[in-house]
């Protein structure tokens, strides 16, 4: 058994009393009806065709969905994420902040950094809106675009700042405009900083410290399975899915289960624990029942991004030393939009390597 096994089962992971409920009860059941107009899939092989049955409409697209009633545009969406993938590969590209501690708790520093990493120059009225507890209160992260909005002129595209940031300030040409463009900075720069967070804080509280032979690559798609960040994905009723299967009613909502299917005994060897040496000899894209970033007909379009950025975290917290404090035993996993453990604390443990290591190594 290796170190992080051991750990792992050192550790109580505590889940909201429904996602307890949901794994306790359904795990292995692969079809059955959550309500009256929902029913829950953890078939893998029909999660693949629902999900290929036809593209996510626009307000299933957590990110892309409809802002303020209006829609956002292929076009746009795609201008967005490619300004996003240059200021995560410049930032990866750069200086490593060798200064920066990363012990306290998790994961509210790996936040901090992220945010830092990709967003230091921009100006503080965009800064403000990636703050964390945004997410956690939607009201409050409207007033904050709103009132970042109607603040007096507009940033400088010239000055230096990120390029989600300048793209940003040269959509703001009216009030209208200013609020949609601020609202969609909020909406893709907040939940890559807490989303790529979450998932690293889940694969510490999982499995630190790591065997030293141990990929970062195999870390995060263990972490991934175990605790995906979307643990579900939801479909509303569409003709397509009873055609699929005849216990889906017309005016059937469907919710597919990546945690059901992620934990499934059938699919997996010793499933609940963590065990990322397992990903040697497995394909990620190809797995059955796996679908941390969706179908491959329409994968989450920032797993490129999500990827690079988590491995560079775990680079440095390893570089560091840094292990949950060995006086922690247990964590919790609320009911919330992204699944993941909060309030893990990170001490050091020994003295750093005295080495970076290159991201997926």
């Avoid at 830092?116 to 800064?127: E, M, T």
Wanted: proline content about 9%; aromatic content about 6%; overall charge neutral.
């Amino acid at each position: 058994m290796s170190r992080s096994d051991t750990v792992g089962r050192a550790r109580a992971t505590v889940f909201a009393p429904k996602i307890e409920e949901l794994l306790r009860e359904q795990r292995g059941v692969k079809f059955f009806r959550v309500d009256a107009d929902t029913v829950g899939v953890a078939d893998p092989d029909l999660i693949e065709k629902l999900l290929g049955s036809r593209s996510a409409h626009e307000f299933e697209r957590p990110t892309f969905k409809p802002l303020y009633g209006r829609s956002i545009a292929r076009a746009e969406a795609a201008d967005v994420l490619q300004a996003l993938s240059r200021d995560v590969r410049a930032a990866l590209q750069g200086p490593v902040p060798d200064s920066v501690d990363l012990s306290g708790d998790w994961p509210h520093v790996g936040h901090g950094y992220l945010r830092d990493l990709l967003f230091r120059p921009d100006p503080l009225r965009l800064r403000v809106l990636t703050d964390r507890r945004l997410e956690a209160m939607p009201v409050l992260a409207r007033v904050a675009v709103r009132t970042s909005a109607a603040l007096p002129g507009t940033p400088d595209p010239e000055a230096p700042m990120s390029r989600l940031a300048a793209l940003t300030a040269t959509a703001a040409s009216d009030p209208d405009d200013r609020h949609h463009a601020l609202g969609l900075y909020r909406r893709v720069a907040a939940p890559v900083c807490l989303g790529v967070s979450a998932l690293v804080t889940n694969a510490l509280w999982l499995g630190s410290p790591f065997d030293a032979d141990v990929s970062n690559r195999h870390i995060v798609l263990e972490s991934l399975r175990l605790l995906p960040p979307s643990w579900n994905i939801l479909r509303v009723a569409s003709p397509e899915f009873p055609a699929l299967d005849p216990r889906i009613g017309p005016d059937d909502d469907v919710l597919l289960l990546p945690l059901l299917s992620h934990r499934d005994p059938e699919l997996w060897v010793d499933p609940d624990d963590f065990r990322p040496q397992r990903w040697t000899d497995l394909d990620a894209d190809n797995h059955a029942g796996y679908f941390p970033f969706g179908h491959a007909s329409d994968r989450c379009r920032g797993r490129h991004l999500i990827m690079p950025l988590a491995e560079h975290l775990l680079d440095r917290i390893r570089f560091q030393g840094l292990t949950v404090s060995p006086r922690q035993t247990t964590a919790k996993v609320p009911l919330a939009g992204l699944l993941g453990v909060t309030r893990v604390r990170m001490t050091r443990t020994g003295p750093p390597r005295g080495e970076f290591l290159a991201s997926g190594r």
